[in-house]
């Protein structure tokens, strides 16, 4: 990170995971970049997230489980007078990981659980035949740096 003044604890890393929304999925195939916005949950160091079973993004990911992801916890446009001064104060997550594909039913459950959680609800159930049809994703974290803007003041 090029301003390490704004880096923030590891503590507080967690606490945007947990506040964000949506999580922009990076993925590659060969030269071939694709970002995708999707929702998610943070439980336990890891990242699930869910989707179709098929597609562009399950392809990518067979291909190369390696993934990046970006979440941005919070963010307030500040206009100025002049066009410089505009600014935009925010708290983002910026991680890479590598990403797997859950067949264990078990697994997948506590998958989407962690994302309902992530939404505010507690009590899930997931009747099998939805869950077959649910492709439950997993990124295990290698590393993840907590970035807030403005900068934290050396007292926090």
């Known amino acids: 990170m090029?301003?390490?003044n704004k880096k923030v604890s590891d503590e507080e890393t967690i606490g945007f995971l947990k506040?964000?929304?949506i999580i922009h999925l990076a993925l590659t195939d060969g030269n071939t970049p694709y970002c995708?916005?999707?929702s998610?949950?943070?439980k336990d160091g890891a990242i699930y997230m869910h989707c179709a079973h098929e597609g562009r993004k399950i392809d990518m990911i067979n291909k190369n489980p390696l993934t990046a992801f970006t979440v941005?916890?919070?963010s307030e446009l500040i206009k100025k007078e002049t066009s410089c001064g505009w600014t935009i104060h925010f708290e983002s997550v910026m991680g890479e990981g590598r990403i797997e594909i859950l067949s264990d039913d078990a697994e997948k459950r506590a998958g989407l659980d962690a994302i309902m959680?992530?939404?505010?609800?507690l009590e899930n159930s997931y009747p099998?035949?939805?869950?077959?049809?649910?492709c439950v994703l997993k990124i295990t974290i290698d590393s993840c740096?907590?970035?807030k803007s403005p900068a934290p003041s050396k007292g926090a």
Do not use: F
């Not at 959680?117 to 609800?121: I, L, P, Q």
């Not at 099998?128 to 649910?134: A, C, S, Y």
């Open 2 to 4: 090029r301003k390490i």
């Open 19 to 21: 506040k964000g929304q």
């Open 36 to 38: 995708v916005p999707m």
């Open 40 to 42: 998610y949950g943070y």
């Open 72 to 74: 941005v916890a919070d």
């Open 117 to 121: 959680e992530h939404y505010g609800r």
């Open 128 to 134: 099998d035949e939805i869950l077959g049809r649910t």
């Open 145 to 147: 740096v907590g970035k």
